[in-house]
Every structure is written in structure tokens, then in C-alpha cells.
């Protein structure tokens, strides 16, 4: 098999994955396609609802469309499910340590440009969540309010799970994603190392596989926590200290895990205590609360939008 036919086999199962999961959870969404300039490549943003937009940014290892339990219960919005580069159907990013804030600044503008999306507010996860704060202090007034949902990526002293922070580390990184082959199984031990039972979750399982099959998948994720991990720490680059989150003037609700895997409901009360406007729920899951408890993170995030 040549490699453009693996690359178009891997990219039609996703595609056929993504469906199934759109379908499981009854989201009538639009797979778009926009250009995007600080990636040199093109990004998928899955679009539905009516109403003012709502940009929802997921996390760093995972597809647009694992939004779809919560896209199923958000109402009176314009969803935008976006998914950062080299995940889903999105192009790839080249990464480096020294303009990676730089790069996910400019990738979250051009894609708000692409699609005409003023400022307002916006919905993020885990890597998202550090994205889109940094687009808040790179250009003010563009984000007006955020609902982060599970641990922000690098707030005060959290960081990824033990496989992640491995993977940083040079030459152990590529021999280990080269050993771990994507699999039901492999898919299974990470939702449960980031809290989540993954019973009942097989679409979001399967579609985890076919992303991790994807062509240079695994590689872009060993160039993505060399880029934000040194020797499995958190850069200092991206670090988000106590001083920083006093500078993050927008109303915030956090939504936390109690089981998530990458930092404790604790590490959530500690980060709202430094924030002007903040304020924190925390309920049963993990990194991904939305996938068993749709209705309860639908109502919490109803609830803020509604007066900020």
C-alpha cells in the first residue's frame, strides 16, 4: 500500500468514526473546513445550532467531536467544535518550544477570522483552556468570558499524565509512542487514566483509535510535550503561575473533575482563589466530565452564559 493510500484509508475511518459518534449522540453538526495561514493547512471546526456563536475548544490530544455529548445539550448557540492541529481531520502544526504560544495564538485567531466569530464567549478543555487564555491576553477584549471545563493544561503545579510526561523526554519518547500501537485497549487505559469510566463510550473509544491512526498522529504528540514538558516538567514558557492568573480579567468558571488525572479538585480551588472573577463546580469524572454527565455540565455552563 502506497502512503497517500494509508493516509486516505485512515482519513475515511475517522471520517466514517466521527460520524458514528455524531450520530450516537444525535448532533446534527457540519464538518467545515477553514484555511489557516499560522499552520500553512486547513482545520476542521464541526458547526451546529443557531444562535450567537459559541467557540468550543478541545483539548491537545483528542478530536473536535468528543464534544458531542455537551454539543448535544447546548442550546441557543452556534456551536463551534475546534480541534487543535494535528488532531481529527486538522492538519498539523510544527512545533517548538520557543514560539508554541506564539503558534496557538495565531491558529485560534485565524480560525475566529476564518469564521466571523467576534468576541464572546467561549467554552474550552485541558490545552484549549491554556490557548484561549493566552488569545485573552494577546488580544484583550476577544474573549469575554470562558467556561474551562476539567483541569486547565499547566495551571499552577498540574501537568499531564504519567504516559504524556514520558513522552517528553528525548529518545524515550519515539521509542515509546513506536511501542504503544493504537488499540480498543490503549484507548481504554487512557480514559481511565484521565477519570473516566469507559463503559458505555465505545463511539468516543473507537474514534479515539482512528485518531491515533491517523498518519504522524503519534508523532505530533511526542513534538507537542516536547514542546510544553522538559524532562516531564512544565516548561516555564507555559506555566500558568499564581501572579499570571491574577491577570486574567475575564468572568471564568471552572468545572472540575473529582477523579481527573491531571490535577485535583484542590489545584481548582487554589486556581480560583488567585482570579478576579472566577468561580469553580466540581462534580463527578475525570478530564472529560461531559461524556457521562452531558446535562449537569450543560446546565452549569446554561447557567453562566446566561448572566456574564
Not at 24 to 35: D, I, L, T, W
Not at 84 to 102: E, K, Q, S, V
Request: charged share 20%; proline share 8%.
Amino acid at each position: 500500500m502506497t502512503t497517500q493510500s494509508a493516509t486516505d484509508e485512515a482519513t475515511a475511518a475517522f471520517r466514517d468514526a466521527q460520524q458514528r459518534v455524531l450520530d450516537r449522540y444525535q448532533v446534527p453538526a457540519q464538518s467545515r473546513f477553514v484555511e489557516v495561514p499560522s499552520i500553512s493547512g486547513r482545520a476542521q471546526v464541526l458547526v451546529t445550532g443557531e444562535g450567537p456563536p459559541l467557540p468550543m475548544v478541545i483539548g491537545g490530544a483528542i478530536p473536535a467531536v468528543f464534544w458531542a455529548p455537551l454539543m448535544a445539550e447546548l442550546s441557543g448557540h452556534t456551536l463551534y467544535a475546534i480541534e487543535l492541529p494535528g488532531n481529527g481531520l486538522t492538519d498539523r502544526a510544527r512545533y517548538h518550544h520557543t514560539t508554541f504560544r506564539r503558534t496557538a495564538v495565531a491558529y485560534l485567531a485565524d480560525i475566529l477570522d476564518a469564521l466571523d466569530i467576534g468576541p464572546g464567549p467561549f467554552v474550552t478543555q485541558s490545552m484549549g483552556s491554556l490557548w484561549t487564555t493566552w488569545l485573552a491576553w494577546e488580544q484583550p477584549g476577544r474573549v469575554r468570558s470562558q467556561v474551562m471545563i476539567a483541569c486547565p493544561a499547566f495551571f499552577l503545579d498540574t501537568s499531564a499524565i504519567l504516559p504524556w510526561r514520558l513522552v517528553s523526554i528525548p529518545a524515550l519518547g519515539n521509542l515509546l509512542v513506536s511501542l504503544q500501537k493504537p488499540s480498543v485497549k490503549g484507548a481504554e487505559q487512557i480514559l481511565r487514566m484521565v477519570g473516566e469510566d469507559p463503559a458505555g463510550l465505545d463511539e468516543i473509544r473507537d474514534v479515539m483509535v482512528a485518531g491515533q491512526r491517523m498518519p504522524h498522529r503519534r508523532q505530533d504528540l511526542v513534538e507537542l510535550m516536547r514542546s510544553v514538558m522538559s524532562w516531564t516538567r512544565p516548561r516555564p514558557e507555559v506555566a500558568v503561575t499564581a501572579a499570571l492568573l491574577r491577570t486574567i480579567t475575564h468572568p471564568v468558571r471552572l468545572i472540575w473533575g473529582e477523579q481527573d488525572g491531571f490535577g485535583s479538585p484542590e489545584a481548582g480551588r487554589r486556581t480560583v482563589e488567585h482570579m478576579p472573577d472566577a468561580d469553580l463546580h466540581v462534580m463527578p469524572g475525570g478530564h472529560a466530565p461531559w461524556l457521562h454527565r452531558a446535562g449537569q455540565v450543560a446546565a452549569l455552563t446554561h447557567e453562566f452564559l446566561d448572566t456574564r
